[in-house]
T-cell receptor
Framework: LAKTTQPISMDSYEGQEVNITCSHNNIATNDYITWYQQFPSQGPRFIIQGYKTKVTNEVASLFIPADRKSSTLSLPRVSLSDTAVYYCLVGKGKGYSTLTFGKGTMLLVSP | NAGVMQNPRHLVRRRGQEARLRCSPMKGHSHVYWYRQLPEEGLKFMVYLQKENIIDESGMPKERFSAEFPKEGPSILRIQQVVRGDSAAYFC??????????????FGPGTRLTVT
């Protein structure tokens, strides 16, 4: 399984755009990149998944460069409720697979 | 459509007792995963089950831990003779039979086990 490296913590203010970068140098050809969000005392929640280039949904964008050795989760105009831990995962994107979580990035959004 | 249900939400056991954690997957999901999260750590995979089958138990401790997902009823994670080191949050996740274009797991709220 490809190992991921992401910042331990980040701080931001309401209304700002937040970009969290994840490194995955040994990503395999058939690996997908997935981000989960976890609030305190809750289970993780799927945010977005991508394979290459850019993926956008109603909550976030995911940017993946051509070499796929890193990816950036972009959260537009964060609010206080976006304070959470964000996990970057790399692995099999289709079919059934267990998930490997690192320690994630603790994002703190202040007023 | 109700989400993944776990109960109890909080469980306190004395050392040496047994802990039983239950998980009901989302309707239509037949794949269940169990994860453990220690304080200040990420989630660690324990076991992956389908109805009446254990598919992958590579993350399960060799002793005292067992899991099942019977044909009827919830999935059960059982910890025998609990020790203080078993204190953690245990999360269950489920996924559908046909994941479609994007594969994701749906997580329950977790059971927080405290061993005293």
């Amino acid at each position: 399984l490809a190992k991921t490296t992401q910042p331990i913590s980040m701080d931001s203010y309401e209304g700002q755009e937040v970009n969290i970068t994840c490194s995955h140098n040994n990503i395999a050809t058939n690996d997908y990149i997935t981000w989960y969000q976890q609030f305190p005392s809750q289970g993780p929640r799927f945010i977005i998944q991508g394979y290459k280039t850019k993926v956008t949904n109603e909550v976030a964008s995911l940017f993946i460069p051509a070499d796929r050795k890193s990816s950036t989760l972009s959260l537009p105009r964060v609010s206080l409720s976006d304070t959470a831990v964000y996990y970057c995962l790399v692995g099999k994107g289709k079919g059934y697979s267990t998930l490997t979580f690192g320690k994630g990035t603790m994002l703190l959004v202040s007023p | 459509n109700a989400g993944v249900m776990q109960n109890p939400r909080h469980l306190v056991r004395r050392r040496g007792q047994e802990a039983r954690l239950r998980c009901s997957p989302m309707k239509g999901h037949s794949h269940v995963y169990w994860y453990r999260q220690l304080p200040e750590e990420g989630l660690k995979f324990m076991v992956y089950l389908q109805k009446e089958n254990i598919i992958d138990e590579s993350g399960m401790p060799k002793e005292r831990f067992s899991a099942e997902f019977p044909k009827e009823g919830p999935s059960i994670l059982r910890i025998q003779q609990v020790v203080r080191g078993d204190s953690a949050a245990y999360f269950c996740a489920s996924s559908p039979v046909s994941p479609g274009e994007v594969y994701e797991q749906y997580f329950g709220p977790g059971t927080r086990l405290t061993v005293t």
